[in-house]
């Protein structure tokens, strides 16, 4: 069974940087996205960046040149570099991988931004 591991999170102060890391235990065949997600307490879980087999990405607004996403295709493993942090970036942060078989999630890793 495939399992998502993310690094760990952790305490950031506000204009700070931190950077994800999203490495699957073996080989997924045909994968078609990877992407990171959020959820702050109370609120829907988002979609934050995401990033296809092409190398096409896409960001949340309130994201977008702040933070970027890459991948590793080798290693099936993807990266969030997130930049300019503030406050309302608190949240837990999910990793998902989009194949043609079936959809994965990491467990979820706590980012915090305060000072």
């Known amino acids: 069974q495939v399992q998502l591991v993310e690094s760990a999170g952790g305490l950031v102060q506000p204009g700070g940087s931190l950077r994800l890391s999203c490495a699957a235990s073996?080989?997924?065949?045909?994968?078609?996205?990877m992407g990171w997600y959020r959820q702050a307490p109370g609120k829907q879980r988002e979609l934050v960046a995401i990033?296809?087999?092409?190398?096409?990405?896409n960001y949340a607004d309130s994201v977008k040149g702040r933070f970027t996403i890459s991948r590793d295709n080798a290693k099936n493993t993807a990266y969030l570099q997130m930049d300019s942090l503030k406050p309302e970036d608190t949240a837990v942060y999910y990793c998902k991988v989009v194949s043609s078989r079936a959809d994965y999630w990491g467990q979820g890793t706590q980012v915090t931004v305060s000072s």
């Open positions: 990033i296809t087999s092409f190398g096409n990405t």
């Open positions: 073996r080989n997924i065949f045909n994968i078609i996205a």
